[in-house]
């Protein structure tokens, strides 16, 4: 597998704040249907929709009001001038807390006027509850002082209408009956509101506050030398997973009751997402060094369950903890940000095998420049803007390509090229590998069938992933698109890498039946990985390619160039053919040549190129002589 040299800057563009989701309508079901709780809206989201419905709400008293000139005329004027503002704040998309404020008012005093000057019993109620969408909504964003002007004005008002004609005590008491069942519905959702925003704070499993839960409690930003730490219980799953979810469940809260009485005083614990659990220790005045105080918490914390029986049933269990542990300031004075990386430091933990780990400044798992980089590989993956190079490979002493390796190469619109290893791995890490190893299948096939219509019969290699690898449904893909074009299996070839042979079971499973139908499959950068030299002969191998890493040193360590002559003849052994890649100059290939290497690539023979100069290298140039 090959790299880009050099490539452009990879610092990611500002996120445009102005990105918005679109739609004329107020889309209700967005956060309604999906159980989304109302207190994590934006105001212009409740906004939209109550301006939405009170547009329809007009309309109906237009209608009803129809039979009196007053009535009608009143209701299609707040109407027409609601919709107005509905039509604005669509193509504003923003607003500022006062003019929301400024909105309600106007809103009270418009309707209230009407009220006055309708002095109809039956409109003038049905004008004074269209205070109520107003009402609710300023119950949710403002303060309940400004509710309580909302509901006093539409007091006055309704009382001002009812008095017309039936008194001054008959309407007091109307009004009050009126504007006393206009206030459930702000404080009835307002306290529906805060109930299920302490929901959405709390872990309903363990009564723990949730991530959500302990940032508002400790606020966005930490003190200096404050510990977080975060606990990852392996075991758990394989409870739940053999005795049930009520089981995982008891067994989550006994640990969680061990961690609290191992916990310092005044120290925090909640329940960041699945298996994890998040420690947050503040500094102690006769504390030492912060280091030493992180190593405390981790000790402490890991002693507290990895030493514990638990009897879940008659079945004796046990927990591996795996923490990670970050301070402040060196994790960042934010608790989002020390949550993040004590996470990953967990994480990593988890991965070496090791009780805990501490983060120490190595690059976070996903940071906002990733983000910023996925968004754009997804658009160039959707709108062509990736493209395949192609690597001749030739065997020693010609000059005569025999195959070629496409690899894979990104432009960043207003960046450059983008180097492979940049954003690969990030396409592995998101599930968007699967979808550009489509991609560069049938752009590969696609272009070697061109090949074919001008004469020019090049063999193809791609690379295949990891990931792939556990798709089944791979090799059914492959000779689909092979067939669909009408190709022979011998032109392609699948590499895979040693690394990603994690399962050999598994990649015999989707590699077999290619091979077995022609399909040639190569492991590529072989030995950077830790393949078993017993799984070696089991998998469907046509040719082995040498890590550019020992080829490129074979002339300087003897070691390198004896691991070179070793593979060579091990794989010659097995019946595979042998690539070097990485051939930088004339003496690597004569060296390559000598150990009896199968197939040269490297930049000393030919640097990656597109179609056009790969067809134009391979096609034999009419004789000049007469």
Not at 348 to 353: K, Q, Y
Not at 444 to 472: C, E, M, Y
Request: aromatic share 6%.
């Amino acid at each position: 597998m090959d790299s880009l040299d050099g490539g452009g800057p990879t610092s990611a563009r500002a996120l445009d704040p102005g990105v918005r989701s679109g739609g004329w309508f107020p889309s209700a079901r967005s956060w309604l249907a999906l159980g989304a709780p109302i207190e994590l809206l934006s105001p212009l989201a409740v906004l939209r929709v109550l301006f939405g419905a009170g547009v329809v709400g007009f309309a109906l008293v237009g209608r009803v009001g129809s039979t009196g000139d007053g009535p009608a005329v009143a209701a299609s004027a707040i109407g027409f001038t609601t919709f107005v503002v509905w039509i604005v704040l669509l193509v504003k998309r923003t607003i500022a807390p006062n003019a929301c404020r400024l909105l309600s008012v106007y809103w009270t005093a418009a309707v209230a006027t009407l009220i006055v000057v309708d002095r109809s019993g039956q409109s003038s109620v049905i004008l004074g509850f269209l205070l109520v969408p107003s009402t609710v909504f300023v119950s949710l964003f403002f303060r309940l002082r400004v509710v309580l002007y909302q509901l006093t004005v539409a007091f006055l008002a309704l009382w001002a209408a009812f008095a017309t004609g039936n008194g001054a005590t008959t309407g007091l008491v109307m009004a009050a009956l009126a504007v006393g069942a206009m206030a459930t519905a702000p404080f009835t959702v307002l306290l529906g509101a805060r109930a299920s925003r302490h929901s959405g704070l709390v872990d309903p499993e363990t009564g723990l506050r949730n991530a959500l839960g302990l940032a508002e409690q400790l606020g966005p930003t930490v003190e200096a030398d404050t510990c977080v730490a975060v606990v990852a219980l392996s075991g758990v799953g394989e409870c739940r997973e053999a005795l049930g979810y009520t089981a995982g469940a008891e067994l989550l809260r006994r640990a969680i009751e061990d961690l609290g009485r191992a916990l310092p005083t005044g120290a925090r614990i909640g329940r960041v997402e699945g298996d994890e659990l998040v420690v947050i220790a503040a500094p102690s005045p006769g504390a030492g060094s912060p280091g030493a105080s992180a190593e405390d918490l981790a000790l402490r914390l890991g002693d507290a369950v990895s030493h514990r029986r638990y009897l879940i049933g008659d079945i004796e269990l046990s927990l591996r903890p795996h923490i990670g542990v970050s301070l402040a300031p060196e994790g960042g004075g934010r608790l989002p940000d020390l949550l993040r990386r004590s996470a990953h430091a967990a994480r990593r933990a988890t991965s070496l095998g090791i009780p805990w780990s501490t983060w120490s400044g190595e690059r976070d798992a996903m940071t906002a420049e990733d983000l910023a980089l996925l968004a754009d590989l997804r658009r160039a993956l959707r709108q062509g803007g990736l493209r395949l190079a192609y690597q001749p490979q030739f065997p020693p002493g010609t000059r005569t390509p025999t195959s070629v390796e496409a690899l894979l190469r990104w432009d960043r619109s207003g960046f450059g090229p983008v180097p492979p290893d940049r954003f690969i791995g990030l396409a592995e890490r998101t599930g968007l590998m699967s979808e550009i190893t489509r991609w560069v299948l049938d752009e590969a096939l696609d272009a070697q069938a061109r090949w074919r219509a001008v004469g020019v019969d090049l063999p193809v290699s791609i690379n295949v992933s990891g990931k792939d690898l556990a798709d089944p449904a791979l090799t059914r893909r492959v000779l689909d698109a092979l067939a669909d074009r009408a190709l022979p299996t011998s032109c392609l070839t699948v590499e895979i890498t040693e690394s990603a042979v994690t399962d050999a079971d598994q990649a015999i499973a989707v590699l077999g039946p290619l091979r077995a139908r022609g399909v040639h499959v190569s492991i590529d950068d072989f030995g950077t990985g830790f393949t078993s030299l017993s799984a070696l002969p089991a998998l469907p191998l046509d040719e082995l390619k040498i890590d550019q890493k020992f080829v490129r040193s074979c002339i300087a360590s003897p070691a390198d160039d004896a691991i070179v002559a070793t593979v060579c003849d091990l794989a010659h052994r097995l019946g595979l053919i042998v690539v070097a890649e990485g051939v930088a100059d004339a003496q690597i290939a004569e060296r390559m040549a000598a150990h009896g290497i199968d197939l040269l690539q490297g930049f000393e023979l030919a640097r990656p190129m597109d179609e056009a100069c790969l067809v134009e290298l391979v096609t034999p140039r009419p004789s000049t002589r007469p």
